[in-house]
């Protein structure tokens, strides 16, 4: 079992970055796939970007490619989400999940992107980007 803990979240201008982190228990981090989920007032948990267990891969929302980076640090047990060029769109609780399953097998679980296949979650950081 891991638990998780997001940091980094508050408001922002629009334009402006924010980097949020992720910071996971346990000594089996690199054994996990991550992911950064986001959910606004009202609408459903989406999908963000999620990295490989050795962070060889990655994967992103078409919303936020191009202005988002996932990342992680397997030394520090931390995965990362650099956001740069952010838009009031992108107002939402963040969070952070983790799924032992693999990257490739991930796919028998809906994919990636699905809430569904994830098996921890962080209790999520605000980010507020104001016009």
């Known amino acids: 079992q891991v638990q998780l803990v997001e940091s980094g979240g508050g408001p922002v201008q629009a334009g402006g970055s924010l980097r949020l982190s992720c910071a996971a228990s346990?000594?089996?981090?690199?054994?996990?796939?991550m992911g950064w989920f986001r959910q606004a007032p009202g609408k459903e948990r989406e999908f963000v970007a999620a990295i490989s267990r050795s962070g060889t891969m990655t994967n992103y929302a078409d919303s936020v490619k191009g202005r988002f980076t996932i990342s992680r640090d397997n030394g520090k047990n931390t995965v990362y989400l650099q956001m740069n060029s952010l838009k009031p769109e992108d107002t939402a609780v963040y969070y952070c999940?983790?799924?032992?399953?693999?990257?490739?097998?991930?796919?028998?679980?809906?994919?990636?992107?699905?809430?569904?296949?994830?098996?921890?979650w962080g209790q999520g950081t605000q980010v507020t980007v104001s016009s």
């Open positions: 346990g000594r089996t981090f690199s054994t996990y796939v």
């Open positions: 999940a983790a799924t032992k399953t693999s990257w490739l097998g991930v796919t028998s679980r809906g994919g990636i992107w699905n809430p569904g296949a994830y098996d921890y």
